[in-house]
């Protein structure tokens, strides 16, 4: 059994923010399987089903970013699945817009909500899944960015960011992350 958990900001005022590409794609995971993520557990949203015969679940925690890892925690102890059975899909400032870098565990390179997840689990031995948002302009803060929407040309890069994404969560479960990492790393739309 596999949990992906994509991250984000629960409510309307942050839907199709950067920081909630992780959200985004987690629902479109979920449509690619015909999946409901609609039950109210752990603190998030939780989908169930199956992909390539493997038992999924996907998680949506409603908790704000800087908590994220108390809802992921949660699940991982119900359902007893191992870290490395985990896969975090966030945004990264870090990386240009629209590049996927997919890590097989690691810091949480000062992203607020993997810093939660690897303090409640005492472990950074988990899959991950990074979607380049880039860096601020000018003057412009990081908060104001994250919290920020695509616009213009970045709408059609991110989309095919979080379209290989998908792709690559799915591909962790199936044939594993060495796998992912081959075909996805240094992907860039």
Known sequence: MYLIAGLGNP???????????????LDLIAHSLDLKINKVKFKGLLGEGSHEGRKLLL?????????SGESVKDALNFYKIPPEKLIVIYDDMD???GRIRIRPEGSAGGHRGMESII?????DKFPRVRIGIGRPE????????????????EIDKIRAAIRAAAEAALMIVAEGVDRAMNKYNGFEA
């Open 11 to 25: 409510g309307r005022e942050y839907e199709d923010t950067r920081h909630n590409v992780g959200f985004t794609t």
């Open 138 to 153: 000018g003057e412009r803060d990081a908060a104001g960015h994250v919290l920020g929407r695509f616009y213009g040309e």
């Open 119 to 123: 303090y409640q689990l005492a472990s």
């Open 95 to 97: 990386l240009p817009l």
């Open 59 to 67: 998680l949506k925690p409603q908790t704000y970013m800087n908590l």
